[in-house]
């Protein structure tokens, strides 16, 4: 396993849609410093050349803070920017074809909602699952959310370490408690928030109680 629970106690995943004060870096390092242990780059609409500029930034960042970077569904793309690992989802390329084209030591994150999906991606050789969505988000539109009974088994049902995402957000995230998730993966929660750092902080000190 290339990845600790720690590692996920508050993923950060990026949302290009609150980019304006800020630039998408400066609003990764304001979540850096206030805490986030793991970044996601999620973007929908880069072209490859526009993302993998925007990735050798983003990792650069996360390496001098020292937190893992993962980017989302593109393995080419991740092994080009020196990325610690990629995310896919249950429609993306599976974890086993990731995991030989990225080799042993990358991070395999993949999307999981429900038991048999999480102890195929674990067969599959996944480091960490990410399971929801937990809220309605706005987000992903297409995406149906999960009770915690679901949530705690899947984090049950497999030794590797499981986020949960979808929707969650300071005033909601309590009621993740006692499901034996390793942490939250949150998109507006930190980057549509006008103090990004600060929000962090509040979270960081919040998944603690999970």
Not at 20 to 31: M, S
Not at 94 to 117: Q, Y
Not at 146 to 160: F, Y
Request: glycine share 8%.
């Amino acid at each position: 396993m290339n990845c600790t629970a720690e590692m996920l106690r508050l993923y950060a995943v990026t949302d290009r849609a609150w980019v304006g004060r800020q630039t998408l870096p400066q609003q990764v390092e304001a979540a850096l410093k206030g805490g986030a242990t793991c970044v996601q780059l999620r973007e929908k609409h880069l072209d490859d050349a526009d993302m993998l500029a925007e990735a050798k930034t983003i990792s650069a960042l996360c390496r001098a803070y020292h937190v893992p970077f993962i980017l989302n569904d593109n393995v080419p793309l991740a092994k080009l920017c020196g990325a610690d690992g990629v995310h896919v989802g249950q429609d993306d390329l599976s974890a086993a074809e990731a995991r030989r084209l990225l080799g042993p030591d990358k991070i395999i994150g993949v999307s999981a909602h429900n038991v048999a999906e999480a102890k195929k991606a674990f067969a599959d050789g996944a480091d960490y699952l990410g399971c929801g969505a937990m809220f309605t988000t706005h987000t992903k539109t297409d995406t149906n959310v999960i009770s915690r009974q679901v949530l705690a088994d899947v984090c049950a049902s497999v030794p590797i370490p499981v986020v949960a995402i979808g929707g969650i957000h300071r005033e909601n995230l309590l009621q993740l408690a006692g499901c034996g998730e390793a942490g939250i993966a949150v998109i507006s929660a930190i980057f549509a928030q006008p103090d990004i750092e600060a929000a962090c902080r509040e979270l960081r000190e919040m998944v603690r109680k999970l």
